[in-house]
């Protein structure tokens, strides 16, 4: 977490959502690097959640793919989640939290 800059969730005009990360000038380049280094490949971003039951992240699946066409220089990454807008909500929620306690 400590090269994320920014993460939201953007509503688009068709209603569906996205979950948009901003990368720092540390995490930009390498996600250049990474992706100068798979293109025509897919990152799946996992994320872990806690189960209803405990307390310990014992969840995990996968929220998202970014597919890789080219390199991106620009530490933008935007995804469509596999999830409701509300699990995206509090991934987004999770993340800001989590990269908060970096700073």
């Known amino acids: ?19 948009v990360l901003q990368l720092n000038e540390r995490g930009a380049h390498l996600l250049d690097i ?13 994320a872990f959640f806690r189960s209803k039951e405990g307390k310990a992240f014992d969840q995990k699946r996968c929220v998202g793919i970014y597919s890789v066409r080219q390199n991106n220089p620009t530490g933008l ?11 995206a909500l509090s991934l987004v929620a999770g993340l800001n939290k989590t990269r908060k306690s970096f700073r």
């Open 1 to 19: 977490m400590p090269h994320l800059d920014r993460v939201e969730v953007v509503t688009e005009a068709d209603g569906n959502c996205r979950v």
């Open 34 to 46: 990474s992706t100068g280094d798979h293109k025509g490949h897919r990152l799946f971003l996992m």
């Open 77 to 87: 990454v935007a995804f469509t989640p596999d999830s409701t807008r509300d699990e």
